[in-house]
């Protein structure tokens, strides 16, 4: 789905991923640290263009490129899978520093509690990737004991958060990456 909106936060902003984005939404999915506890997709910029089209138009299915304000990409993250009033946030995947990482999250967060007025978020993060399992704690998501997803091939650990936990979280996080 398309959201008409530019989020902007301090040091980062949101907006819906287009088309001409396919290029670099592609690359940033071939770089193998950064993408070592996802999915492969193929090296093929016709098929990412083709799946870019074929999100904007799926219902209840956010995805955004996350960039500074003069324009430089930073990252992807997303809020898709939406079902009544729980959605799952994902698809973050982040070049910038910790600080943008921190805030293109947030922003989708509120995103997600704020605008789409969701209740709950769920996630999931490879055992093995302590640093996404991290960032997904600080912002309360609350993870139950890995177990083997046959679809996905990997061992994760699934976790929820609440809308009516997240103003704690948010102010927390807030006070860790907008330090003045």
Known sequence: MIYDKIIKGRYVLIRSIT???ADFSL???QDKEKTKFLHQVDNN???QTQWIKKQRLAEGDYFFIAETFDGKKLGTVGVYD???NVGHLGRLLMVGNPFQTFEA???SMKFAYEVLRLDELFGDVHVDN???M???EA???HFKEAEYDEELNRWVKYGTSYREEFPDYEQKISALIYRD
């Open 134 to 136: 991290n960032i997904s």
């Open 139 to 141: 912002f309360g998501f």
């Open 27 to 29: 690359a940033i999915r």
């Open 82 to 84: 939406i079902h009544e």
């Open 19 to 21: 088309e001409d984005d």
């Open 130 to 132: 302590s640093a996404s």
């Open 45 to 47: 910029l016709e098929k």
């Open 105 to 107: 999250m947030l922003l």
